[in-house]
């Protein structure tokens, strides 16, 4: 079965630091995977992602800096570590999994995670 689970948002000051999980299933292990986030009342937008070799990783320039995108092939699963983080991030964020070569375009990802939320106070 194919899914994507996120984990790990929450509720931080900003400054703070968390580290989002996105756990996938086998099928995904050699798919570019990346994150995106949506605020309320915005588009959904793409903040990072990262290839099956993790020899290629593409950043939103805002978050460039502050976030680093990794992943474990061995235990399927991709990480967001977002540090410095600022009210302006606050969204739900989204795991994607997308064809070779994808990059930071939304509709080259075809597989979405339910999200999860991340809130950071002033």
């Known amino acids: 079965q194919e899914r994507l689970i996120e984990s790990g948002g929450g509720f931080v000051q900003a400054g703070d630091s968390l580290r989002l999980s996105c756990t996938a299933s086998r099928t995904f292990k050699r798919y570019t995977m990346g994150w995106f986030r949506q605020a309320p009342g915005k588009e959904r937008e793409f903040v990072a992602s990262?290839?099956?070799?993790?020899?290629?990783?593409y950043y939103l320039d805002s978050v460039k800096g502050r976030f680093t995108i990794s992943r474990d092939n061995d235990k399927i699963t991709i990480y967001l570590q977002m540090n410095t983080l600022k009210p302006d991030d606050t969204a739900i964020y989204y795991c994607?999994?997308?064809?070779?070569?994808?990059?930071?375009?939304?509709?080259?990802?075809?597989?979405w995670g339910q999200g999860t939320q991340v809130t950071v106070s002033s």
């Open positions: 994607a999994a997308g064809f070779e070569g994808a990059s930071i375009y939304i509709f080259e990802y075809d597989h």
């Open positions: 990262i290839d099956w070799s993790a020899a290629h990783t």
